[in-house]
């Protein structure tokens, strides 16, 4: 998905992006869809591991994209931005009106936020756009062209890795295995529960135990289905977690990992 939103950022045209623009950007659409809250969840994580070469500034969050050696101006300047009235402006629009004036922030600042404002209009004098659209890539690589593997290294480097990849993607279990389980260690397993919030279904019970959600713990803690689970994992051991949750399997597994 964080491919689909670089693909939107960057101005990029297919089916996808032209729907998405069509009736969320373009204001077509009465309401958000569960497809759209998705996206836009992702939007502030793009932001924080992508930077941006001005052009006209059109496209690029006045104080949520890095677009100057002070990084994120949000973060660089928290006073001033706790007095900002617009925060989703871009710098085309920051620029073109001479700066921040009096009608974008609150009217009584801080001796903070006065210091703020006083250098970012330094900065800002010395910001000259261009005609051309901006340009955006990843940071420590810079081309437009994202690949998969790239993000994940981007998004990862600052924890050392994803949580238990090692012993998901080393081991000897069939691909498919090793799919599922990633896929629900990050809480993105197709439950009734989830399905329902998507509405593409009336109930998110579990079919084996009425009046319960069906959700990724459920699945591990209901008495049947742990069991069985259990029994073919070994887990009749004294580290075993003694409620079989996706938290708890993934400390027993470390448990294991760090004892053997």
Request: net charge negative.
């Amino acid at each position: 998905m964080m491919k689909h939103v670089h693909k939107l950022f960057t101005g990029e045209s297919n089916p996808w992006t032209d729907w998405i623009r069509f009736w969320y950007d373009e204001g077509r659409a009465d309401e958000d869809t569960p497809c759209w809250r998705d996206i836009k969840k992702l939007i502030p994580e793009y932001r924080a591991i992508t930077a941006v070469a001005l052009g006209d500034g059109e496209t690029t969050s006045f104080w949520h994209d890095t677009w100057s050696e002070a990084g994120i101006l949000r973060d660089a300047l928290p006073a001033l931005y706790s007095h900002c009235l617009d925060v989703h402006a871009t710098v085309a629009e920051v620029v073109a009106s001479g700066g921040l004036q009096g009608n974008d922030l609150q009217p009584r600042l801080t001796a903070a936020a006065t210091a703020d404002l006083g250098l970012l209009g330094d900065a800002l004098a010395e910001v000259a756009l261009r005609p051309e659209s901006d340009e955006r890539w990843l940071q420590g690589h810079r081309s437009n062209k994202v690949r998969a593997g790239d993000l994940y290294a981007v998004l990862w480097a600052p924890i050392g890795g994803p949580p238990l990849s090692d012993i998901n993607w080393d081991s000897f279990a069939p691909k498919k295995v090793k799919v599922f389980f990633w896929i629900l260690r990050h809480g993105r397993t197709k439950t009734r529960g989830s399905l329902r919030r998507h509405g593409a279904i009336d109930s998110p019970d579990c079919p084996f135990c009425p009046g319960t959600p069906e959700e990724e713990n459920h699945l591990f803690s209901a008495e049947a289905i742990a069991r069985h689970l259990q029994a073919h994992l070994g887990l009749w051991v004294c580290r075993a977690p003694t409620k079989l949750d996706v938290e708890g399997l993934k400390l027993w597994c470390q448990t294991v990992v760090d004892v053997n």
